[in-house]
């Protein structure tokens, strides 16, 4: 997938979670939509990153950031169970994601 793709449609699913988050307190019904769309699309993004080339660092944080994204999938089938652990699964994959962020070397 083309880097600039990946960056589009990781910037335009992060707004969606946004969206089916808060949308959700508002209790909305397509809330959990929302944000499994989202979801769905940061995972998409994360697991077509390719590896090939990257230190081990760069790896194990691609990992985390694999796993985060997995962790919102979950977040969101909670949501449509009207579970309140898709909280505790979207902080943990914002957590894995920040720090990820502030990790990860600078590109060259």
């Not at 589009?8 to 946004?18: I, K, Q, Y």
């Amino acid at each position: 997938m083309n880097p600039s793709i990946r960056t589009l449609l990781f910037n335009f699913s992060a707004l969606l979670v946004l969206a089916g988050t808060t949308l959700f307190f508002s209790k909305l019904f397509f809330a959990p939509y929302f944000f499994a769309a989202g979801s769905a699309g940061i995972a998409v993004c994360h697991l077509t990153t390719p590896t090939k080339g990257m230190d081990y660092r760069r790896r194990r944080l691609q990992i985390m950031n694999v796993i985060a994204s997995l962790l919102l999938v979950v977040g969101s089938s909670f949501m449509f169970m009207n579970r309140n652990e898709w909280i505790l699964c979207v902080t943990i994959a914002a957590l894995l994601m920040l720090y990820t962020s502030f990790v990860a070397p600078n590109e060259k």
